[in-house]
T-cell receptor
Framework: DAKTTQPTSMDCAEGRAANLPCNHS???????VYWYRQIHSQGPQYIIHGLKNNETNEMASLIITEDRKSSTLILPHATLRDTAVYYC????????????FGTGTSLTVIP | NAGVMQNPRHLVRRRGQEARLRCSPMKGHSHVYWYRQLPEEGLKFMVY????????ESGMPKERFSAEFPKEGPSILRIQQVVRGDSAAYFCASTDRYQETQYFGPGTRLLVL
């Protein structure tokens, strides 16, 4: 079901940038790339999304390759509170009703 | 600006009882989605509703589960005759009419004894 591939887990030192990769080689022209995270067992938290261009907000940056087959979520200065499971999802908002949550990347920020 | 509200946050039921989970979308949102998360797994889509309409229920189990989103009031996910395998976290999300971004509630954790 999930159309994305992510590493199962990653570690990052506190204060450093966390770069989380995602492959979505079958993405179609109208599908956006979304990133959510789930801290412990809370509800998923929206982080950022984009179509073609790189995006930045107060939480993170999203870098999408020119061919759109992969992307990277960047948390510029990771803190302990960023420890969570990060989900990369592709979806066409016009035709796709649901988000397919795969297994995500479990990011651990180390003091 | 209140986010998505879900209640109860925790629900304990014995096998055979009914469970009712409520979801109030964000202000201005008219689309609601329900997801289920089993322990150690990702979220799985169950159903998508607009006011008074079920748009997509492709992820709903065929028996015992139903959902509604009335003209007034919260969306309700109802599970009849619960079994132990229904123990999970149930999340709802809402979007506005453009459906671009889903915002999730804190979830209801159902435990069936």
């Amino acid at each position: 079901d999930a159309k994305t591939t992510q590493p199962t887990s990653m570690d990052c030192a506190e204060g450093r940038a966390a770069n989380l990769p995602c492959n979505h080689s079958t993405i179609s022209g109208n599908e956006y790339v979304y990133w959510y995270r789930q801290i412990h067992s809370q509800g998923p938290q929206y982080i950022i999304h984009g179509l073609k261009n790189n995006e930045t907000n107060e939480m993170a940056s999203l870098i999408i390759t020119e061919d759109r087959k992969s992307s990277t979520l960047i948390l510029p200065h990771a803190t302990l509170r960023d420890t969570a499971v990060y989900y990369c999802i592709v979806r066409d908002p016009l035709t796709g009703n649901q988000f397919y949550f795969g297994t995500g990347t479990s990011l651990t920020v180390i003091p | 600006n209140a986010g998505v509200m879900q209640n109860p946050r925790h629900l304990v039921r014995r096998r055979g009882q009914e469970a009712r989970l409520r979801c109030s979308p964000m202000k201005g949102h008219s689309h609601v989605y329900w997801y289920r998360q089993l322990p150690e797994e990702g979220l799985k889509f169950m159903v998508y509703l607009q006011k008074e309409n079920i748009i997509d229920e492709s992820g709903m189990p065929k028996e015992r589960f139903s959902a509604e989103f009335p003209k007034e009031g919260p969306s309700i996910l109802r599970i009849q005759q619960v079994v132990r395998g229904d123990s999970a976290a149930y999340f709802c999300a809402s979007t506005d009419r453009y459906q671009e971004t889903q915002y999730f509630g804190p979830g209801t954790r159902l435990l069936v004894l």
